[in-house]
């Protein structure tokens, strides 16, 4: 991930290359709003989603609806937070928990109707913090394996060549922020979830 260079506000295309303290820094600055940042990240993967199955359970429209309004020449509507909190975008597997009708299956047929009734301690920290949720993301089934592929949301192919697989178990994660979708996300690791789809998508 890039960092901020200079004053300028940034392109449209150019705050999905951004790191999350630089997206953070630039709403900080008045170079670019929230919403934009999160509409940046909604259209990329919006364009990648095709190709990439890596999102289980979008919820873009909350996510717009959710941005806090702040004005290149305003300031953050949530001072309490700290400004540099404000411009995180993030999703995180569909295995962790967020209440208000995210899936909660880890990719198990036979759990495809469940809806998680509460928020796991990290997700809730990040919200707490300011982060807009984006989605949740695919991982292998029962979330225990080398590769995110289930029979509830197929499988999740590497942001950078489609005949290749993410990783697993939180590829879907991992190709979600390798294509440039969110700058920060969040998953689980016992031996490797994380580590390996980060190292084969590029998040490292």
């Given at each position: 991930?890039?960092?901020?260079?200079d004053?300028?506000a940034?392109?449209?295309g150019?705050?999905?290359?951004?790191?999350?303290?630089?997206?953070?820094?630039?709403?900080?600055?008045?170079?670019?709003?929230?919403?934009?940042?999160?509409?940046?990240?909604?259209?990329?993967?919006?364009?990648?989603?095709?190709?990439?199955?890596?999102?289980?359970?979008?919820?873009?429209?909350?996510?717009?609806?959710?941005?806090?309004?702040?004005?290149?020449?305003?300031?953050?509507?949530?001072?309490?937070?700290?400004?540099s909190?404000?411009?995180?975008?993030?999703?995180?597997?569909?295995?962790v928990?967020?209440?208000?009708?995210?899936?909660?299956?880890?990719?198990?047929?036979?759990?495809?109707?469940?809806?998680?009734?509460?928020?796991a301690?990290?997700?809730?920290?990040?919200?707490?913090?300011?982060?807009?949720?984006?989605?949740?993301?695919?991982?292998s089934?029962?979330?225990?394996?080398?590769?995110?592929?289930?029979?509830?949301?197929?499988?999740?192919?590497?942001?950078?060549?489609?005949?290749?697989?993410?990783?697993?178990?939180?590829?879907?994660?991992?190709?979600?922020v390798?294509?440039?979708?969110?700058?920060?996300?969040?998953?689980?690791?016992?031996?490797g979830?994380?580590?390996?789809?980060?190292?084969?998508?590029?998040?490292?």
């Amino acid at each position: 991930m890039a960092a901020l260079s200079d004053t300028h506000a940034p392109r449209a295309g150019a705050l999905t290359e951004l790191s999350a303290t630089a997206l953070s820094q630039a709403v900080r600055l008045g170079l670019g709003t929230t919403a934009e940042v999160v509409e940046a990240h909604v259209e990329l993967l919006l364009s990648v989603a095709p190709g990439i199955n890596a999102i289980a359970a979008e919820r873009f429209d909350a996510a717009r609806e959710g941005a806090p309004a702040v004005g290149r020449a305003g300031g953050v509507s949530r001072p309490q937070q700290g400004a540099s909190a404000v411009a995180r975008r993030a999703l995180h597997r569909e295995g962790v928990d967020r209440r208000g009708g995210m899936p909660n299956s880890g990719g198990v047929v036979a759990r495809g109707e469940l809806r998680s009734e509460h928020t796991a301690p990290a997700v809730q920290r990040l919200l707490d913090a300011g982060a807009i949720l984006l989605g949740v993301t695919n991982t292998s089934e029962i979330c225990m394996w080398i590769e995110s592929d289930n029979r509830l949301y197929g499988r999740t192919s590497n942001p950078y060549d489609a005949r290749r697989m993410a990783g697993g178990s939180s590829g879907g994660e991992g190709a979600a922020v390798g294509s440039g979708g969110s700058p920060i996300g969040i998953g689980s690791d016992i031996g490797g979830s994380i580590r390996t789809p980060a190292f084969w998508c590029g998040d490292w």
